[in-house]
């Protein structure tokens, strides 16, 4: 069974930092895998994807700001985020997509709240 399972999430103050992490239950190096961030009343949109050994490609309002990052060791995949705005609150999803070669199949987390506010 495939699970991913965010953490990280919290309060911030704008101008801040935080750290997300996405562990997955699978060995994650047949996986894509990407955050995405849902604002009430909002679709869910892209933040960050990365393939199995690429390179991450961000969506336009946290290019700079954001780095997403992998560890195939642990099967953990992390989303820094920094120069928070409050225009970055959001739930925000980890999924997993693959495996490669196989039928593609999508999992998801069940979020983690960021938000920030002074």
């Known amino acids: 069974q495939v699970h991913v399972v965010e953490s990280g999430g919290g309060l911030v103050q704008p101008g801040g930092s935080l750290t997300l992490s996405c562990a997955a239950s699978?060995?994650?190096?047949?996986?894509?895998m990407g955050w995405y961030r849902q604002s009430p009343g909002k679709q869910r949109d892209v933040v960050a994807i990365m393939s199995s050994g690429g390179t991450p490609v961000y969506t336009e309002a946290v290019q700079g700001r954001f780095t997403m990052s992998r560890d195939y060791a642990k099967n953990t995949a992390y989303l820094q985020m920094t120069s928070l705005q409050s225009e970055d609150t959001a739930v925000y999803y980890c999924k997993m997509r693959g495996p490669r070669g196989g039928t593609p199949r999508e999992y998801w987390g069940q979020g983690t709240q960021v938000t920030v506010s002074s």
């Open positions: 699978v060995d994650s190096s047949d996986y894509a």
